[in-house]
């Protein structure tokens, strides 16, 4: 199962991406804690060293649509400006997404088709009579790499196969950081009020008040047991 968040500070002040940073690392740790996989997709620093204007975090595991919904909402943290100091508000909120995931491609070598082609450049002779390099296409998507660096024709299509599939991943990367632009209204949509966690001090505890997802929070409770508020 796979889900992707985004978490925001949308058009907050500095102590709202300074809150990013702090509920990513959260997020990162509980993820690990309840074995899943977290991998942050995307990352925009905020103004202020240490703080993250808004990340995308792709989450991997059975229970990952119940940690999800653990987290999506509004996060309240209860705290004093870092940033300046004489600054009255206490109450600061930042918002998490859910984002729809990328229908992952299946690599197959069945999709891939080689061309044997003569390597270019200095090499004297050998490149001149030998068609050593190879040229790797993924058929589905006309993705193509040229692999030249060996005199073996076998090495340059070992290396065209694994730079194909770096250059898969980097397309499919691309999508997401696509899509990842077009949840701009999420920046906008940060609400408020009725927070579904929230955490208070510069140590960032989180304060016991749940209202929902039962199940997860005995889940949370049970393996996170050694967590310190």
């Known amino acids: 199962m796979e889900k992707i968040i985004q978490i ?12 990013v940073a702090q509920v990513l690392k959260k997020v990162l740790q509980e993820a690990e804690a309840l074995q ?25 595991g059975k229970d990952a649509t119940e940690f999800s919904d653990s987290w999506v909402g509004t996060i309240q943290w209860i705290g004093k400006s870092t940033f300046r100091k004489f600054h009255k508000r206490s109450n600061w909120f930042i918002g998490i997404f859910e984002v729809d995931a990328i229908p992952s491609r299946n690599f197959s070598e069945k999709d891939i088709q080689y061309q044997a082609m003569r390597s270019s450049g200095a090499g004297g002779q050998h490149v001149n009579k030998v068609s050593s390099a190879i040229r790797a296409t993924h058929v589905p998507t006309g ?38 632009q077009s949840q701009w209204t999420n920046q906008l949509a940060v609400e408020r009020g009725n927070p579904i966690r929230t955490f208070e001090g510069s140590d960032f505890k989180k304060l016991k008040k749940e209202k929902k997802f039962k199940a997860v929070r005995q ?4 393996e996170l047991k050694n967590e310190k508020y």
Request: aromatic share 2%; proline share 1%; glycine share 6%.
């Open 8 to 19: 925001t500070s949308g058009r907050g002040p500095a102590e709202c991406t300074w809150v």
């Open 143 to 180: 993705i193509s790499v040229v692999s030249m660096d060996s005199r073996s024709q076998h090495q340059n299509k070992k290396l065209a196969t694994e730079r194909l599939l770096l250059k898969l991943n980097e397309a499919q990367l691309h999508l997401l950081k696509q899509q990842f």
């Open 36 to 60: 899943m996989k977290a991998t942050v997709l995307q990352h925009e620093a905020g103004s202020e060293n240490g703080t993250v204007a808004s990340a995308m975090v792709q989450i991997i």
């Open 219 to 222: 889940q949370l409770k049970n």
